[in-house]
């Protein structure tokens, strides 16, 4: 069975602080799709990055990065120099291709950054 | 505007009458999906659709339906609603992109959302 986890239930920093939210998948299927989602407290979800399992390339965008390591099932993301902005509920999600795209979501951290 | 739109955004009924839940999407999205979120739990899919008339169960489909007439709208039918149905439900769409090579896959690129449809069932 598929399943993702993300262990951090709430993570509290001070602004300007680096964090890293932490992702772990379970999957045995070769090919699928790994994404991060962003919900604000406004509660819209925010799409912010895919990664397909058979590209490892790490990605930097601005204050965003991401480190999927395929050896250790884990796709986590770091923010650095926190923003106050940056709170919101994080969702790590994994898509597999069972001939339909079936898609499973973490529980989801739980960012504070305060001023 | 590209939008995932949802009607109605509340809802408060009661146990046993019939509702449904309507999802469009104006971006010519062959995948659509309806998801519910619950504390603690993240998002679980319910039913998802490949395209038109290609419908498939999540992971917690019971006491739900869904209908794919048109490409655009993904409905979401709960025939006899019930207090463990109260939940905060999402619509998604996507698009499919062929594969490359020989696999015969395609894949599936980010999920677009809807604002939400906050569902309480007394």
């Known amino acids: 069975a598929q399943k993702v986890t993300q262990a951090q239930t709430e993570i509290s920093v001070v602004e300007k602080e680096d964090v890293t939210l932490d992702c772990v998948y379970e999957?045995?299927?070769?090919?699928?799709?790994l994404f991060w989602y962003k919900q604000p407290p406004s509660g819209e979800l925010v799409f912010l990055i895919r990664?397909?399992?058979?590209?490892?390339q790490n990605e930097i965008s601005g204050r965003y990065s991401w480190n999927f390591q395929k050896s250790t099932s884990s796709f986590n993301f770091t923010i650095t120099a926190s923003q106050v902005v940056d709170s919101a509920v994080y969702f790590c999600?994994?898509?597999?291709?069972?001939?339909?795209?079936?898609?499973?979501f973490g529980a989801g951290t739980r960012l504070f950054v305060k001023a | 505007e590209a939008q995932v739109t949802q009607n109605p955004r509340y809802l408060i009924t009661v146990t046993g009458k019939k509702l449904t839940v309507t999802c469009s999407q104006n971006?010519?999205?062959?995948?659509m999906s309806w998801y519910r979120q619950d504390p603690g739990l993240g998002l679980r899919q319910i039913y998802y659709?490949?395209?038109?008339?290609?419908?498939d169960k999540g992971d917690v489909p019971e006491g739900y339906k869904v209908s794919r007439k048109e490409k655009r709208n993904f409905p979401l039918i709960l025939e006899s609603p019930s207090p463990n149905q109260t939940s905060l439900y999402f619509c998604a769409s996507s698009l499919r992109r062929p594969s490359f090579g020989t696999s015969g896959l395609s894949f599936l690129n980010e999920q677009f959302f809807g604002p939400g449809t906050r569902l309480t069932v007394l």
């Open positions: 990664r397909n399992s058979f590209d490892e």
């Open positions: 999957t045995r299927d070769t090919t699928y799709y």
């Open positions: 971006m010519n999205h062959e995948y």
């Open positions: 659709s490949m395209n038109v008339e290609v419908t």
């Open positions: 999600a994994l898509t597999i291709n069972t001939g339909g795209f079936k898609t499973i």
